[in-house]
C-alpha cells in the first residue's frame, strides 16, 4: 500500500515539477518577445527623432543661408558679428 502512494506522490511532485519548467519557459519566452518588442519600438522612435533632427538642423542651415542673402542684399556688413568665421581677431 505505502509503494502504491508513493508512486502517485512521485507522480504528482513528476507533474508539478513539469508544470513549473513549462511555467518557467512560458515566463521567459513571454519576457523575451516582449523585450524584443520594446527594443523595435525604442529603434523606431529613436530613428524618428534622429530624423527630424536632421531635417531641422538642414532647415537651420538654409535659414542661416536665407538670412546671410538677405544681409547681403540689404548691404549689411556682418564683420562685427563675433560668430563670423572671416572676422580678424
Do not use: W, Y
Not at 61 to 82: H, K, R, V
Amino acid at each position: 500500500m505505502t509503494t502504491k502512494r508513493q508512486d502517485i506522490e512521485q507522480k504528482v511532485n513528476m507533474d508539478v515539477s513539469d508544470a513549473n519548467e513549462q511555467t518557467t519557459q512560458d515566463l521567459t519566452e513571454f519576457v523575451q518577445n516582449l523585450l524584443q518588442k520594446m527594443h523595435t519600438r525604442f529603434q523606431e522612435m529613436s530613428d524618428s527623432i534622429i530624423g527630424r533632427l536632421d531635417d531641422m538642423g538642414k532647415r537651420l542651415d538654409e535659414l542661416e543661408s536665407s538670412i546671410g542673402d538677405l544681409m547681403t542684399q540689404a548691404g549689411i556688413d556682418d564683420s562685427n558679428d563675433p560668430n563670423n568665421d572671416n572676422n580678424p581677431q
